[in-house]
């Protein structure tokens, strides 16, 4: 039977008598559709994605510098946390959640991927991505194309430059594969509220507030700083890409509101902006594609896209198209980030990733329009 993710029997209770807020029913049909489940399993699914979400909060704070990251289960029914320090196994159990003891705490894998960033400034690679994957407590690094055996890795330009990397990386943790994606960024955009500056189309994320001005996130290579926007006419106030990929377009006059277009052109309510837990259900809105959905895979990603490297991103397997970019991720009414780019497409599946919109917020001043 699914069950909430925490398994402590007054949290259980909690969980079942607290499903929170309702979720429209649009997006339940399009969970069940894209997750395969039936409907009351999506309801459960949601309840036990929120309080793993304050679970995972809370025992990221209480484990300090031996936690090591935490995910939900396929079928979200446990939250798995991984800690460096066996002592604090029985701490996470307590609390309900399933306790992994691993060599490498989260803090290190994160330092492994901010030297490989500044390695890659170095090298100008055109290396498609790296990020920390917590499942398997380890760094992936992924090349353009397989990897040539250590005896040919100092005359191959792919070998040259991955084992720069990874030297510059310093730590066992490192793990080189052949790509399997190419990411690029969703051009030619359309949104799932449109926008458009000049004759190109880009999506609205979602509605912002600096002081008393209104506006909007978005994607930073939509546009950049001073471009006019038209409908809704506004000015990109800032934009980052790459490196990053977010901006904010004000957008006077215009009321704000805490909802992002959902599945059959719905409303979906924006409550917060707490983040997903690595595995937990994620959906995006774009009018290319409409409304799809998937799961979070991992955290601070970095992939290098033909205009430049971008840090910080979250990989999912939410499927994209061109026409997506800068639209809304969104999970349990909780604001994920925007659309930047991906590979693959929503007939064969893809990988997409986003902007963390936490990020955003905090870059330029915002106030996240909720309800």
């Known amino acids: 039977m699914f069950r909430c993710a925490v398994a402590g029997a007054t949290i259980v209770a909690a969980c079942l008598a607290n499903p929170g807020p309702p979720t429209p029913g649009p997006v339940i049909e399009a969970l069940s559709r894209d997750l395969?489940?039936?409907?009351?399993?999506?309801?459960?699914?949601?309840?036990?994605?929120?309080?793993?979400?304050a679970l995972e909060a809370e025992l990221t704070a209480s484990l300090g510098d031996s936690y090591a990251g935490s995910w939900l289960t396929?079928?979200?029914?446990?939250?798995?946390?991984?800690t460096t320090d066996p002592a604090r196994t029985a701490a996470i159990s307590v609390r309900g959640?399933?306790?992994?003891?691993?060599?490498?705490?989260?803090?290190?894998?994160?330092?492994?991927?901010?030297?490989?960033d500044r390695a890659a400034r170095r090298l100008r690679t055109g290396l498609a991505l790296?990020?920390?994957?917590?499942?398997?407590?380890?760094?992936?690094?992924?090349?353009?194309?397989?990897?040539?055996?250590?005896?040919?890795?100092?005359s191959a330009p792919g070998g040259q430059v991955a084992a720069a990397l990874v030297a510059a990386a310093r730590s066992t943790a490192v793990a080189v594969s052949p790509a399997a994606e190419l990411p690029r960024t969703y051009g030619d955009i359309i949104g799932g509220d449109p926008f458009y500056v000049g004759s190109t189309r880009c999506t609205i994320g979602f509605s912002v507030t600096k002081g008393s001005v209104p506006g909007f996130v978005t994607a930073g290579h939509c546009g950049h700083t001073g471009d006019l926007v038209t409908s809704p006419p506004g000015t990109f106030q800032g934009s980052s890409f790459p490196v990053n990929d977010y901006a904010w377009v004000a957008t006077p006059g215009h009321t704000a509101q805490p909802y992002v277009r959902g599945p059959g052109g719905s409303l979906v309510t924006v409550r917060g902006s707490l983040p997903a837990t690595?595995?937990?259900?994620?959906?995006?809105?774009g009018p290319t594609t409409g409304w799809h959905c998937g799961t979070v895979q991992q955290h601070n990603a970095t992939i290098t896209y033909a205009q430049g490297t971008v840090y910080g991103l979250t990989r999912t397997n939410v499927c994209a198209e061109s026409g997506d970019s800068g639209g809304p991720f969104i999970s349990a009414g909780q604001a994920q980030g925007v659309t930047s780019g991906g590979s693959g497409n929503c007939s064969t599946g893809g990988t997409t990733y986003f902007q963390p919109v936490n990020e955003i917020l905090s870059a330029y001043g915002l106030t996240l329009r909720t309800a």
């Open 278 to 285: 690595v595995g937990a259900s994620v959906c995006r809105a």
């Open 97 to 116: 959640a399933r306790p992994v003891v691993v060599r490498h705490s989260l803090s290190e894998l994160d330092a492994v991927v901010q030297r490989l």
């Open 130 to 154: 790296w990020y920390a994957d917590v499942r398997a407590n380890r760094v992936v690094l992924q090349v353009p194309r397989p990897e040539p055996s250590p005896t040919e890795a100092s």
């Open 36 to 53: 395969g489940l039936s409907e009351s399993q999506v309801v459960a699914r949601l309840a036990s994605e929120r309080h793993a979400a």
């Open 74 to 82: 396929e079928d979200a029914s446990a939250l798995v946390v991984a």
